[in-house]
């Protein structure tokens, strides 16, 4: 039973017959991919409070530590992130900051906002206005919480880590999995293409792994909304006792998440933080978003690679790399009366002439239907 299923209504049963099918997938069993995709964003850490305190972790701030990027420090990174040929305004930060958080409050309210994602959606417009499609990774929502960002984003994620109940999680308010798949659930239901994926290495045993690629199997087979799987090794850190996973561990784990999941959903690693060229083999297929101008804020030490170090890669393994945008190519294709995908303020931006339209349609033009 996963647990938190109960509280957040998660009516997910996994066949043993199953999972005993992908615990036995290895790397030879699975197909290299023909292409490679990546999309160029910047980094946009908004709030370093969190209510969260995962032990693998160096990102979050306690509460009178915390900052609070204001709209200007946001304009000017997404300025920058335009200027650098960008198109996804990356805003992932800590999740939804409780009431210990009273600075953050206080300059919130300042601001003219009651809470983090009244905020978010601000900062959402302010991205689209200068030219840069959001994509937002804000922890943990509610439905209520995504409804009011989900029309400014082209697509939004969150990690659902793992399906198991591990001691990373820890401290008095956790990540639990059926609240993290309630979540997913809650993308599903609002029609939000969706990123989400799995940090390996962090106390989950092989089943767990099984077991979590099969939970969000089930939830796309219900909604059709999951874009990519992002399939990423915890790294060490000043913060975190955590060894990073061999490279066989991650070519299994990828292997088993190419086998699990359908065709149209990517498999993702992180360049910066993974083994790439050694999991390349495995059903890769994604290098997820590269900035050309901002830090991995969540894992500083880790720097992005050059987009050329990309091409070399993508050489190497002998199939082309190519630019795609933060919401896939199929749901905008997809996007009729009876499955709307896109806000009409997505669609707009998307289509608008200028300088901003002309980038967004050039990466389409080169971007393959996926
Ligand atoms: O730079 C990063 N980008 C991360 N991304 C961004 C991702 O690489 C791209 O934004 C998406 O592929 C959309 O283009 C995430 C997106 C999510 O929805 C959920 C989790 C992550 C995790 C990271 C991350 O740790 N570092
Ligand atoms: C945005 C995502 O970053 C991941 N994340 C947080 N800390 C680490 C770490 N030390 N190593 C790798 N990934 C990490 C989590 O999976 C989170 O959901
Ligand atoms: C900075 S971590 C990424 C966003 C969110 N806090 C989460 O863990 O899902
Ligand atoms: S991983 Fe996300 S939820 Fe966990 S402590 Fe870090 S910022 Fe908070």
Redesign the pocket.
């Given at each position: 039973m996963i647990s938190g299923a109960d509280e957040y209504d998660i009516d997910i049963t996994f066949d043993e017959a199953e999972i005993d099918r992908l615990l036995a997938v290895t790397p030879g069993d699975v197909e290299s991919a023909n292409s490679l995709t990546y999309a160029k964003n910047v980094f946009i850490p908004l709030t370093t409070a969190?209510r969260?305190?995962?032990t693998y972790?160096t990102?979050?701030d306690p509460p009178g530590e915390a900052s609070l990027l204001s709209p200007e420090e946001v304009r000017e990174i997404v300025r920058m992130g335009f200027d650098a040929g960008c198109t996804e305004a990356l805003f992932t930060f800590?999740?939804d900051p409780d009431g210990r958080y009273t600075q953050v409050h206080d300059q919130l309210a300042e601001w003219g906002h009651d809470s983090i994602h009244s905020y978010l959606r601000e900062v959402c417009e302010l991205a689209l206005e200068e030219g840069l499609l959001p994509h937002s990774n804000p922890?943990d929502q509610t439905p209520e919480q995504m409804e009011l960002v989900a029309d400014v984003n082209a697509s939004m994620g969150v990690m659902l880590e793992t399906t198991a109940d591990v001691a990373a999680h820890a401290g008095p308010r956790q990540?639990n999995p059926g609240q993290r798949l309630a979540t997913i659930r809650t993308a599903g239901e609002l029609g939000v293409p969706f990123t989400t994926g799995l940090l390996v290495g962090i106390g989950e045993d092989w089943r767990d792994r099984a077991e979590s690629l099969l939970a969000i199997r089930k939830l796309h087979e219900r909604y059709g909304h999951i874009q990519e799987i992002i399939v990423q090794n915890v790294v060490p850190n000043e913060r975190s006792q955590f060894e990073q996973p061999s490279v066989e561990t991650m070519r299994r784990v990828v292997s088993m998440a190419r086998a699990a999941l359908p065709e149209e959903i990517s498999v993702q690693v992180p360049p910066n933080l993974s083994p790439t060229r050694e999991l390349l083999d495995c059903g890769v297929d994604d290098l997820g978003g590269v900035s050309p101008v901002t830090d991995d804020y969540i894992n500083p030490d880790y720097a992005w690679p050059a987009l050329r170090e990309l091409e070399d890669i993508a050489e190497e393994a002998g199939v082309p790399l190519r630019e795609r945008l933060p919401v896939y190519r199929r749901f905008l294709d997809d996007d009729s009366d009876d499955e709307t995908w896109l806000s009409d303020r997505i669609r707009r931006a998307i289509d608008s002439g200028g300088e901003t339209g002309e980038r967004y349609q050039s990466v389409l033009t080169e971007s393959i239907p996926r």
């Open positions: 969190c969260y305190t995962c972790c990102y979050f800590g999740d922890g990540k």
